[in-house]
């Protein structure tokens, strides 16, 4: 990674301005999972320990512009201070005199936390304003919240504008490394498994991996477009409407000689909630009445021998309704099988690590990213704007 780090720059008695992803979820005004919180301690600690006044601003949740009770940042400080062992001061607005204030007070290794970022229409407006606002606040600015460096948000990209230096935390240099391997230098066989709900959402990622890949796998409510696109009967299962895409996903991968594996026989059920009819069937022998909800035990098997042999492999998308436990022996069958093979596993983001997190499987992956839409933006080969907009390494002498 050609950008700076932490480690690159003197933070002793600096106000440090730090974008984390505390994107997490509360209910009855407590932190139910504090996952995201702790992936951005490594980076916390260090400043901390250099001396730095540590200023944190996140978003939560889509308040859209406006104040949001439900989606104010308390809860947030209070089990960040929990895990610290310390005080975390809370600002009740993002900027502004109060702000302002408590922001200058800090002493070394002291921490304040924002209120959301995106509770000003600024933020996600990547407004000049707004982003020079929040620059009065730090100077140094440092980002480790690579879940939404693939937005030109005022706290992500504005910003790095008016202050001198823009440095990546830990988390954001491992996430550009785990990924960036993965691009550069796959050990081969290299395996993708892809699930999810719609192809669509897929085409750029589908693409740059039958570049890379010698096996994709297919699960999710996307298999069920490629099984259509087969001639066979889908009944009421998830059907991409841009099926030339789907035909011509099929085509690449033969012409690249990239196994396209497709489920062979699939959980069907009335409906989602699984509270009708529930059956296995094989991929010939779809009713016409039902729909696929989850991949069945053959195509556990199938994907399993892929798996198994894999050197690199990358996963993204479950391979059913995994949140309903009668749909869910598809995906955690594929979590076991992750666990258990002897290459590098890195998870996509989103809800393969829900998934991989249910299994009770995380410790057993190589890397599991913070970033659903970053990651698959990455992969892509998309320049990220959050990224792009920290210090070359060459660029600043700090």
Partial sequence: MNKITVKDIDVNDKRVLMRVDFNVPIKEGKVTD????????????????HGAKLILMSHLGRPKGVVDEAKRMDPVAAKLSEILGKPVAKANETVG???KAKAM????????????????????KNDPEFSKKLAELGEIYVNDAFGTAHRAHASTVGVTQYL????AGFLMGQELSALGSLLAHPEKPFVAILGGAKVSDKIGIIDKLSELCQVILIGGGMAFSFLKAQGMEIGKSLLDPDMDNVKRIMELCKSRNVVLGLPVDVVVAENIEGTGRIDTVSVEN???????????PESVKEFGKYIADAKTLFWNGPMGVFEVEAFAKGTMAVAEAVAEMKGVSVIGGGDSVAAVKKAGLSDKMTHISTGGGASLEFMEGKELPGIAALNDKTAVNA
Avoid: S, W
Avoid at 164 to 167: E, K, L, N, Q, Y
């Fill in 97 to 99: 005199e109060e702000a």
């Fill in 34 to 49: 504090d996952t995201r919180i702790r992936a951005a301690l490594p980076t916390i600690n260090y400043l901390l320990e």
């Fill in 164 to 167: 001198p230096v823009a440095a």
């Fill in 286 to 296: 779809m009713p016409a009445d039902l729909m696929g909800v989850d991949i069945g």
């Fill in 105 to 124: 007070a800090l002493k070394p290794g002291e921490v304040l936390l924002l209120e959301n970022t995106r509770f000003n229409p600024g933020e996600t």
